[in-house]
């Protein structure tokens, strides 16, 4: 069990670096954008948004069969030697919709997304300069 424990903090830490690196990244391209006075470079930002909210979908949908395969593991009979079997796959997967829709999910990005787009609008605004 502390196995399958540690396998599940590590996918989770994970998803959290993700999002750490999609802030740095999403906030280099549009201060870019603003260095070259063009709004339509801010909207590349968009582009490691959807990428990096794609590979955290999949890390935390992996960490949901993980914490599935826990919860097996810890209904079982206690009486009877375990088997030792490390088998992620007897679990059923989780659904890739249901996890992107979740609120660790599209809860941080879509308003990542949205300040990406307010940024574009403010910068057309004050450069003069639309999409």
């Not at 993700?18 to 968009?46: D, E, M, S």
């Not at 088998?87 to 999910?105: G, K, Q, Y």
Request: proline share 4%.
């Amino acid at each position: 069990m502390e196995l399958i424990q540690a396998i599940v903090a590590r996918l989770a830490n994970q998803g959290a670096t993700l999002k750490n690196y999609c802030i740095t990244v999403t906030t280099a391209v549009c201060g870019f954008a603003v260095t070259l006075q063009h709004p339509i470079v801010a909207l590349l930002a968009l582009l490691p948004i959807l990428t990096f909210a794609a590979v955290d979908t999949k890390y935390l949908s992996t960490e949901r069969r993980f914490r599935a395969l826990f919860d097996r593991v810890r209904q079982e009979d206690w009486a009877i030697m375990p088997s030792f079997e490390f088998d992620h796959l007897s679990v059923p997967e989780a659904s890739i919709w249901a996890t992107f829709l979740s609120w660790s999910i599209l809860g941080f990005y879509a308003p990542l997304a949205i300040g990406v787009v307010v940024v574009i609008g403010i910068l057309g605004a004050v450069y003069g300069r639309s999409i």
